[in-house]
């Protein structure tokens, strides 16, 4: 992301204006759909494994889990790794399990983590972390790359997936090519390799994002060493399936081709005619960054026929890989204050675009909005200023695109709970921050039983005097002080050993973790 972090804690940035070239219409059709196309949840039989286990490849425009089932990035952009914090924004407020945890109930199901170099090197030591009442208790001590395993670890045993991205250079700004002369190409490539050895065996870990956000000079296809993102980015991508062959290699796109402007990553224009290739076929995903008026102003804004021509631009500049079923796209950011109504009309018209999972399940584009955070300066993020709240107005804007978790990576519990085609779960409840007069809490429904679940209800009984004053990803009734919370339509499927995850707002806070129980059907 090129845009300005204004509140972020020890970031300082530039504002960044983008003159861009206008579009002339829409290319490109949307071809059938692939034989393997398959809506979320149509696996058939009590056996079928719940998808996304494993390492996954591609296939035509879809991602592949490690057994050939679809599934979909629907995620979250968490940074801070990239900044002099050295360190993902957040913790100087909360402890890191309960702001995954957090994430895993509001139905995202993958985690963006942006990060620079400067990780890398031995003085680097990250900053801003509360270690108060227990909070992040064991990452002190530790450095980023030490960190960043354990948000790994704890995102996989949620069932969270991990894309690693390789946003700067430096922490002190984007660059537009690759390299820089304080960060040639032999430490980004040394860099990449290490990560990829790192979390090589990790299946949490599916992929890793080259380099954000390439622009001018940076070109596509034009054959020259110095410049040429695309072969930069093969260079880049052999040399991480060297040391891990099942990454997947997240490529973006640049600012201009062929004499046509577009975002910042965000032009893939020249894909078709020259994609990238790599020496493991089937790993290649790519990824554009597409942004509202928030961040800077655009022809197509201003174009009489708006919203109704925004298909047509992004078919031009990245959707058409998708619908002629060349590769997989994935939008790794997006995102907007929502201030203005030309924004909510462009975000309306993106996750329209972006397919909802209902209708095509995980025959989709996949994404990673902009942001968790909400100290992005010109996009704010899904959490308030408070860092707990959230932003559920633009949160609700993204659920017809949310797609299902994944099965854990973690070594918690088995499968037990009864034999034959019986359903059964467990609910655990968990107090993710208590202020006093309110608090923050999730719960986590596993399929414990032999078959797959097709919708769950959890009830307790509160010892104290809590209400309920907000829900999210289940529907609630509240009697007195006992609660029954039923699954809500996107996650109420859940695969053998599989989780999904709800979570709530409540007041006064102190109160005790109740006894939760869980029906399933």
Known sequence: MFRSLRRALGVVAAALLLP????????????????RAASAGSAAGATAAAPGAGYWHTSGRQILDAAGQPVRIAGINWFGFETANYVVHGL??????????????????TIRLPYSDDIFKSGTVPNSIDFSNGKNADLQG???LQIMDKLVAYAGQDGLKVILDRHRPDASGQSALWYTAAVPESTWIANLRSLAARYAGQSTVIGIDLHNEPHDPACWGCGDVATDWRLA????????????PDLLIFVEGVQTYNGVSGWWGGNLMGAGQYPVRLTVPNRVVYSAH??????????????????????????????YLFRQNIAPVWVGEFGTTLASTVDQKWLAALVSYLRPTSTYGADSFSWTFWSWNPNSGDTGGILKDDWQTVDTVKDGYLAGIKAPGFPSTGSGGGDGGGGGSTAACTAMYTTTSDW????????????TGASALKSWQVKWTWPGSQQITTMWNATYTQTGTSVTAVNADH?????????????????PGGGAVPTVSCTAT
Not at 233 to 244: F, H, I, P, Q, Y
Not at 295 to 317: C, E, L
Not at 436 to 444: D, H, I
């Open 20 to 35: 861009l070239a206008g579009v002339h219409g829409a290319q490109a059709a949307d071809a059938a759909s692939t034989a």
């Open 92 to 109: 100087w407020s909360r402890d890191y399990k309960s702001m995954i945890d957090q994430m895993k109930s509001l139905g995202y199901n």
């Open 142 to 144: 530790l450095n980023s």
């Open 233 to 244: 980015a093969e260079r880049a991508g052999d040399a991480v399936l060297s040391v891990n």
């Open 290 to 319: 597409d942004y509202a008026t928030s961040v800077a102003q655009q022809p197509w804004f201003s174009d009489p026929s708006f919203p109704a021509n925004m298909p047509g631009v992004w078919d031009k500049y990245w959707g």
């Open 436 to 447: 006093g007069a309110g608090f923050n809490a999730s719960v986590t429904v596993t399929n």
């Open 491 to 507: 996650n109420g499927a859940v695969g053998v050993g599989s989780s999904a995850s709800f979570g709530f707002g409540g007041a």
